[in-house]
């Protein structure tokens, strides 16, 4: 699993958006997605091997800052893939987003459950 961080000042229900569409583009999918209030999410995908560069030339050209280690780790992921004659490998991403803004913390009711 390739541990990917990245902050943004853009708009948050926009990079989601943004952010699922590039992974769909990129022939992968979403196997987890959390939010933490409008602070951060949390988002676990698979994408075929050959095609995680361009994930991640998308996700940058979208306004997403990476961290370096993350995008080490897909590069290297990327150059065995091209080494290798075997196809069809996949690579899993678990990816930390954060959202940089001066809008206060969402808050969200919790229903009562009766019991």
Request: net charge negative; no cysteine; charged share 20%.
């Amino acid at each position: 699993m390739i541990y990917l961080a990245g902050i943004t000042k853009n708009d948050r229900q926009g990079m989601i958006t943004f952010i699922k569409e590039v992974i769909d583009q990129s022939g992968g999918w979403i196997s987890n997605f959390t939010l933490f209030s409008n602070i951060s999410m949390g988002v676990d995908f698979v994408i075929p091997a050959g095609n995680s560069l361009r994930l991640l030339a998308a996700l940058e050209s979208g306004g997403l800052q990476l961290n370096e280690s993350g995008r080490r780790d897909i590069e290297t992921q990327a150059n065995l893939q091209d080494q290798s004659s075997e196809t069809g490998s996949e690579v899993t991403v678990r990816m930390n987003v954060t959202f940089v803004h001066d809008d206060p913390d969402l808050r969200i009711p919790i229903p009562a459950i009766p019991g």
